[in-house]
């Protein structure tokens, strides 16, 4: 039986937390004097007292959380934490409604990167702050921060990050104490980003430009503080810096902290995913870019290859940002860009997706299946680093497509009946769903979602929600066996 | 010698056999006293029951006066502890344990005198599995044996219709090959051996042993018969110790099939192995072999633990169109009866495992013997030491030493160099020369050629 007391005690706990989270862009607006100080102050107030209040009223329930009920508490977490988020915005910004704000923070916190604004430019740099912070805080995840400063978990801990942590195999723990682990990660993520932001300040970014954008980056969101997004710099060099550390960000952090710890690049090698991982999006660089050329987009190869380059990484590591309006290019181009968005990040990454290596296995799932239509006798292993893969995370996998190809498939449903085209409907539930951000049609990179109605605008939010919890860990919830006793 | 062999199963069976008909008091100690029981009554040894690796077991089997030590027991652990103790607190001499477990060899420092002080740490199914890697590279090969270091090969051919040497005097080699060395050590016709003399005619069915460089081995073998086709495609039937580690050799370079009958171990297997194709089954199943095509096969192994389904499943794949059938099989009364028969070679693990072992226990320096004809016959690598008055060899000519009747010096390998043996070869100190002994009868009066001293007593 799930306890849904003691649940609610430890998010109490979380959205006090968060409210602390909130410190930094109501510093940023006092030194800035833009105008949304106001905001902060309630803001932060509001969030605390009702984790205070959430807290003092389930207090009694305090137990150590069994498995069960960590599905739930990341449920809510991920649910109630942007309603909370929402606050400086919707104060701030009298005219979004709470369902446009309730998208943009889930937005972030899913680093999905679609945005229901217009106007980025004009907006109090604390608010764009708050918004790319939001990315940067969901990329490595809200458990595994609460985990990782406070011990309040206990045992449990490992079990919930777990349903929060996306990719098929989690059991290999990465140091014997589950709050090392989650401190380890925040540490290498922490360490990344700021290399990052003194990166993108040394390519010419100014230092509010460099962390913004770095947040935005590291998480994989696709936020930017400009609506032309990086096509406002116009700099090849801030673009390089740029794909590098996308391209950092799609490794899984396990991986990087196995490295940084070891200090070599070993790890890297034996990582199953990434060497698959860039070679997929490196050679889809150079397809894409003769492409363009040789369809006369651009005069030249070299153009070609900085636009192809930029925006591929950006969509096939599931960030979102754009250089350029690629919804412009020859069809191809794009929805091959798409169909990359669904698979090509690593597990533990902070990209979106089905992830590298579920793709892997179900390769070589096909290709076993093929081998036993020969040799029927055969017992055929499917290896990934030359460790077999036990057969249940093969059918776990087989799941997940299903049920992953199920939601795509319902999800563009329900827009294409609420009046949308078909291109938008299903663009706007494939970069949802993978957390990728930007779509082609009315959703496309040079637009936003502002156009979906409120229906449209909920069943994004919730493909969102569904793609960063990886379908199980928030459908779980909803099944009768979880409830039951 | 005082030998005390820990461990009665099949290699310190085999062990105590061949030790025991060379006039040595061997002591066995197992935990299992129905095969003591049974290993008693065949040989003339003394028996302990108890655990190899307690004092007191190893106290009563005398293990203080032991000259040599011998742990081959089936669990690694054991023999290491076993080893030790007999160091450490009974002095014994020379220790020897069976290590199967390539962990425990990758570091010197874990065998050594500090550590758990083993002089010669042997391992059965490696030997094993080198033995039939060598008949897989070598298809037309009975036997394939290496000394001194792998620098000299010796080769078992049964001479076809059709190879150039077949039909002629052993002396027309020469002519064949002008520019290779090579020695025919010795000629089986039927269960006879014929002392090979240049005027010897080799008739198709003979079994051939002849002594090479390395190198030259294929160019020798095609005298004696056509050359087969080169091996690509093998089936293992077994996924035991042994067929796990010849698929491991194989199958970087061999198309390989591996069958066994064990789901569990079939996953184990098909973990280990990377492009091996493990298939779950019985070896004996016809409708497995004929789906996986044996048919088109170059190699059928079968390293089962049951010498039976051995046996049968080689009958049944020959019949189904293997091309080469290669069976393991324990008892020694099975391999007399197969061998050159539908099964093209039988192995016997006890006779292919003991050379090593045996170089260790024998008089003089001796240092390497491999069994030859499951056993009837010997080749051993010895080392020459002494000086002219001291050693019975340094400093003759071939011809002059007095060797027992059936016996042939084939090669000398001085340093790095091979040299045939000619009848006008002088022996030096530290020449390593290679003795083919045709009965095994005669080995003690080999060794006592290469004892130095013998001259004073």
Redesign the interface.
């Known amino acids: 039986m799930v306890r849904v007391g003691s649940v609610l005690n430890v998010l109490s706990v979380v959205l006090m937390i968060f409210a602390f989270a909130m410190a930094a862009p109501l510093a940023v607006s006092f030194f800035y004097g833009d105008g949304a100080l106001r905001a902060y102050d309630a803001a932060v107030l509001i969030t605390f007292t009702a984790g205070l209040a959430l807290w003092a009223g389930t207090r009694g329930r305090r137990r150590e959380l069994k498995p069960r009920d960590g599905f739930l508490l990341v449920a809510l977490t991920w649910t109630v934490v942007p309603a909370f988020a929402t606050l400086p915005l919707i104060i701030h910004l009298p005219d979004l409604s709470f369902t446009d704000a309730y998208f943009e923070t889930v937005s972030g916190l899913t680093t999905s990167g679609a945005t229901t604004l217009s106007g980025l430019d004009k907006l109090p740099p604390s608010i764009n702050l708050w918004r790319t912070m939001l990315v940067w805080i969901g990329g490595m995840g809200v458990v595994v921060l609460a985990v990782a400063i406070l011990p309040l978990l206990g045992a449990g801990g490992s079990q919930i990050m777990r349903a929060e942590t996306p990719g098929p195999m989690k059991d290999t723990k990465l140091t014997p104490r589950i709050t090392e682990t989650a401190k380890g990660l925040w540490v290498v993520y922490v360490l990344i980003t700021v290399a990052c932001i003194i990166s993108m300040k040394a390519a010419g970014m100014t230092w509010f430009d460099a962390v913004a954008h770095a947040f935005s980056t590291m998480g994989l969101g696709g936020f930017s503080s400009h609506d032309e997004s990086f096509g406002h710099f116009r700099s090849p060099a801030i673009e390089a810096v740029t794909i590098f550390f996308m391209l950092v960000a799609g490794i899984n952090f396990g991986t990087h902290f196995v490295a940084f710890r070891r200090t070599s690049f070993k790890p890297y090698r034996a990582d199953p995913e990434a060497g698959a991982y860039l070679a997929v999006v490196i050679l889809s660089c150079l397809g894409i870019a003769y492409f363009l050329f040789a369809n006369s987009v651009y005069p030249n190869f070299v153009t070609a290859l900085r636009h192809a380059s930029f925006n591929v990484v950006s969509i096939a590591t599931t960030t979102g940002f754009s250089s350029t309006d690629f919804s412009q290019w020859p069809i191809f181009a794009p929805v091959w860009m798409l169909f990359l968005s669904c698979f090509a990040t690593c597990s533990g990454s902070t990209g979106g997706g089905i992830k590298m290596v579920r793709a892997e296995l179900m390769v070589r799932q096909a290709l076993r299946e093929m081998v036993r239509i020969v ?7 499917i ?1 990934l680093a ?3 893969v036990e057969n249940n995370i093969v059918f776990a996998v087989l799941a997940f497509m299903l049920v992953y190809g199920g939601t795509m498939t319902t999800m563009t449903m329900l827009l294409a009946a609420s009046g949308l085209d078909i291109v938008t409907a299903f663009t706007a539930i494939v970069a949802c769903l993978n957390n990728m951000g930007p779509g082609l049609g009315k959703v496309g990179p040079a637009t936003t979602y502002a156009a979906l109605n409120d229906f449209q605008t909920w069943i994004c939010t919730a493909a969102m929600l569904l793609g960063r919890l990886e379908l199980f860990s928030l459908l779980v919830v909803f099944t009768p066996a979880f409830w039951r006793k | 010698m005082k030998i005390v062999i820990l461990g009665a199963g099949q290699v310190g069976s085999s062990v105590a056999e061949s030790l025991v008909s060379e006039r040595n008091d061997i002591t066995v100690v197992d935990t299992d006293p129905v095969r003591l029981r049974n290993l008693q009554d065949r040989l003339d040894l003394r028996t302990v029951v108890g655990s190899a690796s307690h004092p007191t077991v190893l106290l009563e089997a005398g293990i203080e006066d032991a000259d040599m030590v011998i742990a081959v027991t089936q669990n690694d652990e054991t023999n290491l502890v076993a080893c030790k103790l007999a160091q450490q607190l009974f002095n014994v001499p020379t220790r020897i344990a069976r290590i199967r477990a390539t962990d425990f060899l990758g570091e010197e420092r874990i065998l050594s005198q500090e550590c758990f002080a083993i002089d010669l740490a042997i391992c059965p199914e490696q030997v094993l599995t080198d033995y039939i890697v060598k008949l897989i590279e070598f298809p037309e090969a009975l036997q394939v044996l290496e000394f001194a270091d792998g620098k000299v090969s010796l080769v078992a051919v049964r001479a076809f219709q059709g190879g150039p040497l077949v039909g002629h005097q052993l002396k027309d080699i020469r002519k064949h090959m002008p520019s290779v060395d090579a020695r025919i050590a010795a000629v089986f016709r039927g269960d006879a051996s014929i002392l090979p003399e240049g005027d010897t005619v080799v008739e198709a069915g003979d079994e051939v042993f002849c002594l090479a460089a390395t190198e030259h081995i294929r160019q020798v073998m095609r005298e004696i018969r056509r050359m087969d086709k080169p091996v690509r495609r093998v089936m293992i039937a077994g996924g035991g110790n042994i067929g796990q580690r010849l698929a491991e050799a194989l199958e970087t370079n061999y198309v390989v099939k591996i069958v066994d009958h064990n789901k569990r171990r079939c996953e184990i297997l098909s973990g280990r192995l990377d492009s091996a194709l493990v298939l779950q089954g019985d070896a004996t199943d016809e409708s497995l072999l004929e789906a996986e095509n044996v048919d088109e096969m170059d190699i059928f192994v079968a390293v089962t633990n049951d010498d039976e389904n051995n046996i049968m499943s080689c009958l049944l794949a020959k019949r189904m169109g293997a091309r080469r059938v290669v069976a393991l099989i324990n008892r020694r009364s099975y391999v007399d009866l197969l061998q050159a028969g539908q099964i093209d070679i039988a192995i016997s693990p006890a006779q292919a495992t003991i050379g090593t072992l045996l170089a260790h226990v024998r008089r003089g320096d001796v240092a390497q013997v491999h069994a030859l004809r499951r056993g009837a016959a010997e080749a051993l690598e010895a080392v020459v030491h002494g000086d002219a008055q001291s050693g019975p060899l340094v400093g003759k000519k071939i011809e002059d030493i007095e060797l027992p009747k059936g016996t042939t010096i084939g090669a000398i390998v001085r340093g790095e160099e091979v040299i045939m043996a000619h009848h006008d070869t002088v022996v030096r100190a530290e020449d390593h020369v290679i003795v083919f002994v045709t009965n095994k009868k005669l080995v003690p009066k080999v060794e006592k050629l290469f004892q130095v001293g013998v001259g004073f007593v």
Do not use: D, F, S, V
């Open positions: 040799h029927p006798h055969a017992l055929i292993p290896k030359g460790q077999t």
